[in-house]
């Protein structure tokens, strides 16, 4: 599979002051798939080690920490020479061997010819823990699952992407407009994990897909017990168990009520934290004014919460497949959570994005999304079907005059007088839209 993170990985390969690298993300995005995909097209070997599965590797980083040494009794024990700049060492489920994390700062600065890449689908929970770890020594990326862009090149539509990506800021022909929203109505109910993916391309059976998906939430829950304190894990499944209805609400803001009868922040935040942490789950922050910077104007307590992978929120919210395929009010299902389950997905797979927040108005507005391009705040409305009366998006905009405001929705595509209504079947492509706009 395409993955728009091999580039960022190749620019890292040749950065000037190049660290050793952490990839982020939940388990089971694709992690170990992406390095080992990197390390076979761009270096003329690959050391790949898996310290879930080689606990005795640990002793290699006892004592005084040497980067020669490490390099050359990993060469001896796995029959090859390591070869600086040519040979790839992949670390994997790297937390498990905290020492080995705090290796990391030794070979930036005594051994930067040997590229090292990391990955931990828990790293996040380790290093709360308080893991030793290589503050400022180290570069990082993370890793989501498979974007709609990413969906649609798997899918054998690459033609289909380039075309879109080449195309003007003007209204999509029908025909290309059914193809994608065909494949949108896929993507709901598969959503971005490798594995459910691959099962369709590999079956087109739903049944095999949401096999694969009740698989990787099972891991999810069995991570719990496995590496949560005993203490936690019963917080977790609640919280966990609670998103979909968490989403299915018109209000989405979080509410511990909704977790178990007579819940309270403060019993739950270490729990919230940990699911954070492992990337199961995404955090919405609210915005009491859309103005840079927009961190400052966050209030701490009032958050919504989302699932890290749409495909996963339909399971979990037993929506079948065959009833989102067949009811064409696919996207307005669910109060809309699957939209903006998605919109969210999207937007956080731009390259400029760092945060994203939601604004309300003394409860009388809320705008979905809002987020910084460095430059500008652009507000997000997530509209789900035809209907593209967005009256949140004229209050945000009467009062703060923004340059950019964007509106989802299954509209086709068009600007007017500030307004981006954008499809959501190219919201991927936002970015070279405004690309566009910014020339004019």
């Known amino acids: 599979m395409h993955r728009k993170l091999l580039a960022d990985l190749k620019a890292w390969k040749t950065k000037k002051g190049r660290l050793p690298l952490i990839l982020k993300g939940a388990r089971q995005v694709g992690k170990t798939w992406l390095l080992n995909e990197f390390g076979k097209t761009c270096f003329d070997d690959v050391l790949y080690i898996n310290f879930e599965n080689a606990a005795n590797l640990e002793d290699l980083f006892h004592g005084v920490i040497k980067p020669q040494r490490i390099i ?58 308080g893991t030793s770890f290589p503050v400022g020594k180290v570069d990082f990326l993370t890793l989501q699952p498979l974007t709609f862009e990413e969906f649609l090149m798997a899918s054998g539509e690459e033609m289909l992407c380039e075309f879109i990506r080449e195309s003007a800021l003007a209204p999509l022909a029908q025909a290309f407009a059914d193809k994608l929203y065909d494949h949108l109505k896929l993507y709901f109910i598969i959503g971005g994990m490798p594995a459910p993916v691959q099962a369709w391309l590999d079956d087109r059976d739903f049944a095999r897909v949401e096999e694969k ?11 719990f017990s496995k590496h949560a304190p005993s203490a936690l894990v019963p917080k977790l499944r609640y919280l966990w168990n609670s998103i979909p209805s968490q989403l299915a609400k018109e209000n989405k803001k979080f509410i511990y009520g909704l977790v178990k009868d007579g819940a309270r922040a403060r019993e739950y935040e270490d729990a919230l934290l940990w699911l954070l942490d492992s990337g199961l789950i995404r955090r919405v922050g ?15 307590k009032s958050f919504k919460i989302y699932h890290l992978d749409i495909g996963l929120l339909r399971v979990m919210s037993e929506l079948s497949p065959h009833t989102l395929i067949e009811n064409t009010r696919i996207f307005e299902e669910f109060k809309g959570a699957l939209t ?22 003394n409860a009388t507005a809320e705008v979905d999304f809002i987020f910084s391009d460095g430059y500008n705040v652009i507000p997000v409305e997530a ?52 690309i566009q706009l910014d020339s004019h």
């Open 286 to 300: 609210r915005v009491s004014k859309g103005a840079l910077p927009l961190k400052a104007y966050e209030d701490l």
């Open 340 to 361: 903006e389950q998605f919109v969210l997905q999207e937007l956080s797979s731009f390259s400029n994005v760092r945060s994203i927040y939601y604004w309300t108005s």
């Open 213 to 223: 998906q009740l698989a990787i939430l099972d891991t999810y829950t069995q991570d």
């Open 72 to 129: 050359d009794m990993l060469g001896a024990l796995h029959g090859k020479r390591i070869v600086p700049e040519k040979t790839l060492l992949i670390f994997d489920e790297v937390q498990e061997v905290p020492r080995a994390l705090t290796a990391l700062k030794y070979f930036a600065e005594n051994a930067p010819e040997y590229p090292i890449c990391c990955a931990g689908s828990l790293m996040g929970v380790a290093l709360h823990k």
């Open 383 to 434: 509209k789900a079907g035809e209907n593209v009366q967005a009256q949140s998006l004229k209050v945000y905009r009467a009062k703060y005059d923004t340059a950019l405001a964007v509106r989802t929705s299954l509209a086709n595509l068009r600007f007017d007088n500030g307004l981006l209504n954008i499809p959501l079947y190219v919201l991927w492509n936002f970015e070279k839209y405004k």
